[in-house]
């Protein structure tokens, strides 16, 4: 009898062929979707970290990135406000008359550092104003002694010499009108002056190296 002829009279075993054939089929595109599926999560989960180095998030960016100041409404003898802040510190910007910059060229205060040997500005501050502009000061408006924020006392910061200055409420500390901490008093250091750049004669750049 032939084949054909076996499966005239076996209806049955010809169906079960059929039927094994397709599971077979079956199994094989199952296992080649699973590999492949796994394989697909194995390059996200490696791709994910990767673009994420390569990626900062907005708040990493912002955290470093330049602010620009426009001071141009201020005032000889005013600091600007609303305070701006930069990296998240007070920025101090103030204004200061002849009178004052006078008074900063004579050093008479008693100052613990009137030289501003301490690195606690850009090698361009470094002077008696501590500043690129003699009339403008820029400072983070931080206390170094335990972070508390000074305030602007515009006369008599300094009662003897009749100075301004800022003054802090925490502990006392008080510094002249280019920052710098007078000598006896907490704070170990003078004010920090940022780093900075003039794009014009009323903008500053905050977080920009240069002098311009």
Known sequence: MSSDDASLEN???????????????????????ATAAVAGVGVVGAAV???????????????????????SKL????????IPAWRGKPIFVVYRDEAT??????????????DSVSPMQPDYAQNPTRSTRPEIGIYVGICTHLGCSPKLVPES???????????CPCHGSKFDMAGRVGAGYPAPDNLEVPPHSFESDTVVVIGEEGAA
């Open 11 to 33: 209806p049955a075993a010809e169906a079960g062929s059929y039927d094994q054939n397709n599971s077979n089929k079956s199994r094989r595109y199952f296992l080649i979707g």
């Open 49 to 71: 970290p990767f673009l994420s180095y390569w990626s900062p998030s907005a708040k990493a960016r912002a955290a470093g990135a330049p602010v620009k100041i426009d001071f």
């Open 75 to 82: 005032l000889p003898g005013e600091m600007l406000s609303p």
């Open 101 to 114: 910059i006078a008074e900063l060229n004579e050093q008479p205060n008693d100052l613990a550092d009137p």
């Open 157 to 167: 910061n300094f009662v003897e010499a009749d100075q301004g200055g800022f003054f």
